[in-house]
């Protein structure tokens, strides 16, 4: 699988939208990308994913880039319960590719 | 659904003694998958079944370790002798088929502490 970089942090003001970038330069073209959070003291959540087109749903939107090089999730309006670890992974979907974790955003959103 | 359903949610117990963790994946969900989280290691996947068998095991840290899943609706993580190193949140995670398109569903998780 490819490797993802994301920045440790961010900082988002509430009701605001939030933008967390990912880079993932040496994606395959048969690797989606897939954005998990991870609320405090709770199992991470599936958010979205997606092979080439932009993807919404009611918790987020993700923007791939043209050369899928990098992927952009947003919040649209982040609210407090969205403070969270947010992670970026990169997978294709052939079985025997597991998901695993490590590094992540940590987003907190302030009031 | 109640989604992926994990017992005990939180376990202390003393080095040396057994413990059993348990699962119950969603209903229909083929694969299952066990990760334990640390502050030091942060997530990291043991084992997963496919249909019910172990398909790769290679994650378990050692022997004291085994997972079984006996039939479609439950699994159990168990560790023996237990020490304190593997005082971790274990957390068990179900998919409808082993490509994951869909996504992972995880449980609340078990707070293991040894003492």
Known sequence: ?111 | DAGVIQSPRHEVTEMGQEVTLRCKPISGHNSLFWYRQTMMRGLELLIYFNNNVPIDDSGMPEDRFSAKMPNASFSTLKIQPSEPRDSAVYFCASSPSLTGVTGYTFGSGTRLTVV
């Open chain 1, 1 to 111: 699988d490819a490797k993802t970089t994301q920045p440790p942090s961010m900082d988002c003001a509430e009701g605001r939208a939030a933008n967390l970038p990912c880079n993932h330069s040496t994606i395959s073209g048969n690797e989606y990308v897939y954005w998990y959070r991870q609320i405090h003291s709770q199992g991470p959540q599936y958010i979205i994913h997606g092979l080439k087109n932009n993807e919404t749903n009611e918790m987020a939107s993700l923007i791939i880039t043209e050369d899928r090089k990098s992927s952009t999730l947003i919040l649209p309006h982040a609210t407090l319960r969205d403070t969270a670890v947010y992670y970026c992974r990169v997978m294709n979907n052939n079985a025997g590719n597991m998901l695993t974790f490590g590094g992540g955003t940590r987003l907190m959103v302030k009031p």
